[in-house]
């Protein structure tokens, strides 16, 4: 084991604050990672406040963060994907058994024994595991992302959590050339969905609750934006949907995006609002519509996004910030007051 500087909540109510956490030398299979940037998700902001008792209560100290970019410092014996010096990325997953058939499948975030970066069992450490808001990171290989050399580096850190979770329910649902395509809410995630589904060709029509975002949704390659708190712009879309991706972070009215889809149209939930949406069974059953969830996404998939983003030069708009404020980050992302996505620059840690 080694120590390594990292910000951790101490309890829901604390500030992330600085501290030393402990971590596993690589062993034969491990990548250990200098990390250069991570974003700051809406899952951080839940997990540290331990808004999601319910599901995964919050272990503390907790060190948040899972949209990882930075460089191989250390590769171990039986490491054949990386070696020292190399560009790495790290998103949600750090482990999982491999042997299941959801892994087989490249489905490795619905595997019964995966392993999230952060507040996740540890089986090396026996403690939990610890997640970017650090100066170093030690992972399993098969779980390290190659990162496009042409992206920016800071922007390229939430792709492994936001361009990932948006990425991979626009690719199962069929997005493309033709479809008309919604996206609920422009934050980390929105803005995501909104840069994938025009470069995968789709009709994008942006809903957002602030007014103010309009212009930059237009810019960032939504071909309409609809002010959501307006029932007659939001009449105007009515039954007209292939596919709605709704990545809002608190309660809202799901029913509202329910009737705008059109037959056999699907809306998919990836935002994780710790209370229970109130579903109307009548906009389900007229057009015969459906409701689901996606998880993040696999390994492949991954991997095969960050290609797509490196191809067609997709990065998130960022705000870079030194580690030093990441509590006033927070205080912003719950006002849905970020364009679009809060990277850390590590190095602010290192020399703090
Ligand atoms: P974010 O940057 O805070 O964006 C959330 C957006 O939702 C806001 O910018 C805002 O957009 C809208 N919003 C916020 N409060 C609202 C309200 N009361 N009513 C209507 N709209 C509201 O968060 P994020 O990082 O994108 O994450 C979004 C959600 O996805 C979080 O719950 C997060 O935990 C979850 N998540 C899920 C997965 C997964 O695998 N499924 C992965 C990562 C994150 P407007 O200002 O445009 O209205
Ligand atoms: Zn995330």
């Known amino acids: ?9 101490a309890s829901a109510t604390s500030p992330l604050a600085p501290t030393t956490i402990a971590r596993r030398d690589p062993t034969a ?19 540290v406040r331990n808004e999601w008792s319910e599901v995964m209560p919050t272990v503390y100290p907790c060190v948040p963060g899972h949209e990882i970019v930075g460089r191989v410092t250390k590769v171990g ?30 489905f490795e975030q619905f595997c019964n024994n995966m392993v999230l970066t952060y507040n996740f069992p540890d089986k090396h450490t026996g403690g939990v ?21 042409n992206l920016d580096l800071a922007g390229a850190a939430p792709l492994l959590c936001a361009g990932i979770t948006t990425f991979s329910p626009l690719h199962h649902w069929g997005v493309g050339k033709g479809k008309k395509v919604g996206i609920v809410g422009l934050g980390g995630l929105g803005h995501m969905g909104v840069k994938l589904a025009h470069a995968m060709g789709a009709h994008v029509v942006l809903f957002t609750t602030s007014p103010g975002k309009k212009d930059d949704a237009l810019r960032l390659g939504a071909d309409e934006v ?21 990545a809002v972070s608190a309660d809202h009215d799901i029913n509202a995006y329910i009737n705008l889809l059109g037959r056999d149209g699907n809306i998919t939930l990836v935002g994780a609002p710790a209370k229970p949406l109130q579903v109307a069974a009548f906009p389900l059953l007229f057009r015969r519509r459906s ?32 580690i030093q404020k990441v509590n006033e980050a927070y205080d912003r992302l719950a006002k849905a007051d970020v364009k679009y996505r809060f990277s850390i620059d590590m190095a602010s840690l290192k020399n703090a």
Do not use: W
């Open 77 to 106: 014996s039986g490491v054949t994907k990386f070696k020292a010096g190399d560009l790495a990325g790290v998103g949600c997953l750090v482990d999982s058994d491999g042997t299941c058939p959801e892994c087989k499948a490249g």
């Open 29 to 47: 299979n491990d990548v250990q990672i200098e990390i250069l940037f991570c974003g700051i998700c809406h899952s951080d902001l839940h997990q």
């Open 291 to 322: 409701f689901s969830g996606s998880l993040i996404g696999g390994i492949a998939e991954t991997q095969e996004m960050l290609d797509f983003c490196g191809k067609h030069n997709i990065t998130s708009d960022v705000e870079v910030i030194p």
């Open 226 to 246: 609809v002010v959501s708190r307006n029932a007659d712009e939001m009449n105007k879309h009515a039954g007209s949907f292939d596919f709605i991706l709704d």
């Open 1 to 9: 084991m080694y120590n390594t500087k990292a910000y951790a909540a």
């Open 129 to 149: 595991t610890y997640g970017g808001y650090s100066d170093t990171i030690v992972v399993d290989q098969n779980f390290v992302l190659r990162v496009p050399a």
